[in-house]
C-alpha cells in the first residue's frame, strides 16, 4: 500500500485573485490542474481515498471573516 507524503507542493499551489471596487468585490481561491493534476481526486475522493474538499471547508470556515473584510468591517 502507498502512503502519501507531505511534500508542501499542494499548499504552495493555492493562488488567491482579487478584485477590490468600490460598489462590487470578490476572491477567489482555488489551485490550478496544471500544477497540481491529482486535485480533483482530491477533493472528490476516489474508490480508495475518501474525499478531502479542503477548499470548500476552508470557505465556510472563513466566509463571515472574508465578508467583514470587504464590506471594510475589519
Do not use: C
Not at 499542494?10 to 477590490?20: A, M, Q
Not at 472528490?44 to 466566509?63: C, H, L, Q, Y
Amino acid at each position: 500500500m502507498q502512503v502519501h507524503r507531505q511534500t508542501g507542493h499542494l499548499k504552495r499551489s493555492i493562488k488567491r485573485t482579487e478584485n477590490l471596487g468600490t460598489v462590487k468585490s470578490s476572491v477567489a481561491v482555488g489551485v490550478s490542474e496544471s500544477d497540481v493534476p491529482y486535485i480533483e481526486d482530491l477533493i472528490t475522493g476516489t474508490a480508495v481515498m475518501r474525499p478531502r474538499n479542503f477548499i470548500g471547508r476552508g470557505f465556510s470556515e472563513s466566509k463571515d471573516e472574508v465578508i467583514d473584510i470587504l464590506s471594510g468591517r475589519k
